[in-house]
């Protein structure tokens, strides 16, 4: 029984199902955003999402059947069941926020989708390289901010009139919202002052930020390297099985050919 229902769940069929599932729930949940659309389907769209939780539920559980103690063993197993988990909590009174966190059940995507899986999993496998590079950010940051200040806070205290407010600016122009304006109000009393907005967001914008993307393309570089070893580990492993068991046919085949001789 143990053997069928690991095959159903793994199945390539049952695998589109589940994902459709996530899908059309999802859908409902943002219909539900709508109030016209609520006051003329809720009851339908409430039907949607309970039937849709129960599949969930029925998922996990009969994953939880096959696996065992080895469930919790897979991080992927805990993402969902934390999701779905989350959905039975009542959501009323203090925990009325709940109810909006339902739409975290479309993550299950990741999970069930192989190639986002390993997408997320290159994200994490980056995330120590990734703490360097944030480090970098932060220093070059906060002295762009200490010479903001000094520079430009009587100019323009209101953006760089202390270290907080210029650290929030900096942030703004690193990521392009608005920075020429800002930069241009500055320029009024200080000409020169172009020479330090563009530093800053070459050094932020194409080095600092480029080296994000390096790290992450290195990872999943990795990631894909990984599973192109483990199959073809598989491949030769099956390659060896097959040849013991042609071997074992001809010792079969000669043993039988010796009987009837004898």
């Known amino acids: 029984m143990r053997e069928r229902t690991q095959a159903i769940l793994t199945h390539q069929r049952f695998q589109r199902f589940i994902v459709s599932v996530i899908l059309i729930n999802a859908a409902t949940l943002g219909l539900e955003t709508f109030p016209a659309v609520v006051e003329r389907h809720g009851a339908l769209l409430t039907v949607v999402d309970h039937v849709a939780l129960y599949i969930f539920a029925a998922e996990l559980l009969a994953k939880l059947y096959v696996e065992r103690l080895s469930f919790v063993r897979d991080p992927w197993n805990i993402f969902d069941f934390v999701i779905v988990a989350s959905a039975f909590a009542p959501s009323s009174g203090g925990l009325s926020v709940l109810r909006a966190l339902r739409i975290l059940r479309a993550l299950r995507l990741l999970s069930v989708v192989p190639s986002l899986r390993r997408v997320v999993s290159a994200l994490l496998r980056a995330m120590p390289g990734m703490s360097s590079i944030v480090v970098l950010l932060a220093l070059v940051l906060y002295v762009a901010a200490v010479m903001a200040t000094k520079l430009y806070g009587q100019t323009d205290p209101e953006r760089f009139g202390s270290l907080p407010t210029s650290l929030f600016t900096l942030f703004q122009t690193m990521t392009g919202d608005d920075w020429g304006n800002i930069a241009r109000e500055v320029m009024v009393q200080h000409p020169s002052a172009w020479i330090f907005f563009t530093v800053f967001i070459l050094v932020c914008t194409f080095v600092v930020l480029n080296l994000f993307m390096a790290v992450v393309v290195n990872a999943m570089d ?12 598989t ?3 099956t390659e ?23």
Not at 222 to 233: K, P
């Open 222 to 233: 990795e990631e894909n390297t990984e599973e192109l070893a483990a199959i073809e580990d």
């Open 240 to 262: 060896r099985i097959l040849e013991e068991l042609a071997e074992l046919r001809k010792e079969v085949a000669e043993l039988r050919r010796q009987g009837s001789l004898g």
């Open 235 to 237: 491949t030769a492993h």
